[in-house]
């Protein structure tokens, strides 16, 4: 492979990491707890957008339910963003030819 295939290679990476940048920061997912109870959408960027709690939990009083609910929706958004994120990785850099012992 000679030079200047590999620098066109690399600046076709950045770009497409660039964009995957993009991509993941608009990116937004839910994760739900209590058979949907209890949701939790977060960002691209980690940080928690909406807390959505169904009036139904109040009514049961329980303040350790209700932690318990958020915490397992949060969990679950954030496997949600973790699968996304890296979905998207995958699609952006297929075809893309990565140097020895880099995967993603």
Same mark, same amino acid.
């Given at each position: 492979? $000679?030079?200047?295939? %590999?620098?066109?290679?690399?600046?076709?990476?950045?770009? $497409?990491?660039?964009?995957?940048?993009?991509?993941?920061?608009?990116?937004? =997912?839910? +994760?739900? !707890? /209590? +058979? /949907? %109870?209890?949701? =939790?959408?977060? /960002? +691209?960027?980690?940080?928690?957008?909406?807390?959505?709690?169904?009036? !139904?939990?109040?009514?049961?009083?329980?303040?350790?339910?209700?932690?318990?609910?958020?915490?397992? #929706?949060? $969990?679950? !958004? #954030? #496997?949600?963003?973790?699968?996304?994120?890296?979905?998207?990785?995958?699609?952006?850099?297929? /075809?893309? &030819?990565? &140097? &020895? +012992?880099?995967?993603?």
């Amino acid at each position: 492979m $000679n030079i200047g295939k %590999m620098m066109q290679q690399a600046r076709k990476m950045q770009e $497409n990491l660039q964009k995957l940048q993009q991509e993941l920061a608009a990116m937004e =997912v839910t +994760g739900e !707890a /209590g +058979g /949907g %109870m209890v949701r =939790v959408t977060l /960002g +691209g960027d980690h940080l928690v957008r909406r807390v959505e709690i169904d009036d !139904a939990v109040w009514q049961e009083h329980d303040k350790s339910l209700v932690e318990d609910l958020i915490v397992a #929706a949060c $969990n679950a !958004a #954030a #496997a949600s963003l973790a699968e996304a994120s890296k979905r998207k990785q995958q699609e952006l850099m297929a /075809g893309m &030819p990565l &140097p &020895p +012992g880099f995967s993603l």
